[in-house]
């Protein structure tokens, strides 16, 4: 096991968030890795986890996680970071695969195909199957994670998806609007029965790691004392409020409830006419804003980023200015932030000082 992260300092990692999610902390949280450090440790020549061959069956699952434990003796962790095995690979939605559908991997993501084509949605129904093959992979996966590093490592929770994002997997995306119309009793029967798989696949994977994990992740990688989430519904891009309000709001607010410091992935601005909505749900705990595609991530985002901080939430993910230097908005709140990981090479010692000292680590 080639891990540089000691029990004590898992200890402060805890205090620490603890103190940042009560709202006692006076600085962002702050997660930067170095690498490029010497390791004893043989380079590694087989495959890394990724999109590409997170499905592939004739890789032994334990190869990943071999190979990982390799190349994290090259890593170290400061301030907010951990050490982290992330499963994101298996793609965005990997509920789908659990309940159905046929994950395809390609080199920067993951395809997921319904059984067939244009399947009404009064016949889809959602079950849990304990011997469902991708299931069993993810199983696998986790089992050789915790034989390997027994809690050392945090083993990041598989991209779930969003509960309509998945029903979108089966439904197709034109058809799920049309069913908003024609079929919303149907559409909300089909939400429940998901949100209903999600937890129990989450609490699932979960007890896996439960008896030995110092601590439980996702797939953006921020740390969670307890199994929390991201939540998401980038299906809801394409409807209006009155819509969300309907079909996602309350699958949204109680699955939030649900969890321990739940987060919201907000994708893009097609999502903002919902964000009064979801700040107003208090299992949302924070917002994690990306601007999406054709916005500029350094854009002024001031107005938008107050209005979350006003509600009383975290933003999660910053982008800084282009000289480095925090969002205006947020100069008089810096407790209610998360700054997204920094790497940095170890040989860059004036830029890590210079960016920890900026950051007030």
């Known amino acids: 096991m080639a891990v540089h992260f000691e029990k004590g300092q898992y200890d402060e990692l805890r205090r620490t968030y603890r103190k940042w999610w009560a709202g006692e902390l006076d600085r962002p949280i702050v997660p930067i890795v170095t690498y490029g450090h010497e390791s004893d440790v043989p380079p590694v020549t087989g495959p890394q986890l990724s999109f590409a061959n997170a499905w592939d069956f004739l890789i032994d699952p334990r190869t990943f996680v071999d190979n990982y434990d390799a190349y994290m003796d090259s890593l170290r962790w400061h301030a907010e970071a951990f050490p982290m095995f992330h499963t994101d690979a298996f793609g965005p939605g990997t509920l789908a695969a659990f309940l159905g559908c046929t994950p395809q991997g390609s080199p920067n993501t993951v395809w997921f195909h319904p059984p067939r084509k244009d399947i009404p949605i009064s016949e889809l129904h959602f079950e849990f199957d304990e011997n469902n093959r991708y299931y069993r992979r993810v199983v696998a996966l986790f089992e050789a994670a915790m034989e390997k590093w027994h809690g050392r490592v945090v083993v990041g929770m598989v991209d779930l998806g969003g509960v309509m994002d998945v029903l ?9 609007l049309m069913d908003l119309y024609d079929d919303p009793e149907e559409v909300l029967r089909c939400i429940g029965e998901i949100q209903d798989m999600w937890f129990l696949y989450f609490d699932k994977l979960n007890a896996i790691m439960s008896g030995e994990a110092e601590g439980y992740s ?47 992935h907000l994708d893009g601005i097609g999502e903002i006419p919902h964000l009064d909505m979801i700040l107003s749900m208090d299992g949302v705990k924070g917002i994690q804003w990306v601007p999406g595609a054709g916005e500029p991530e350094r854009r002024n985002w001031d107005e938008l980023l107050r209005r979350i901080l006003d509600a009383g939430k975290k933003v999660i993910r910053l982008a800084q200015k282009p000289d480095g230097t925090p969002i205006d908005a947020l100069a008089d709140r810096p407790g209610q932030l998360y700054f997204e990981p920094r790497w940095l090479h170890c040989g860059q010692t004036d830029e890590i000082r210079r960016y920890s000292a900026l950051m007030g680590v």
């Open 168 to 176: 979108s997997s089966f439904r197709g995306a034109d058809n799920l």
């Open 218 to 264: 996702h797939w953006y990688g921020m740390y969670h004392e307890q199994p929390g989430y991201i939540l998401q519904s980038d299906f809801s891009y394409m409807i209006s409020p009155e819509m969300f309000k309907t079909f996602v709001a309350p699958e949204l607010s109680t699955s939030a409830q649900r969890m321990y410091n739940a987060v919201y």
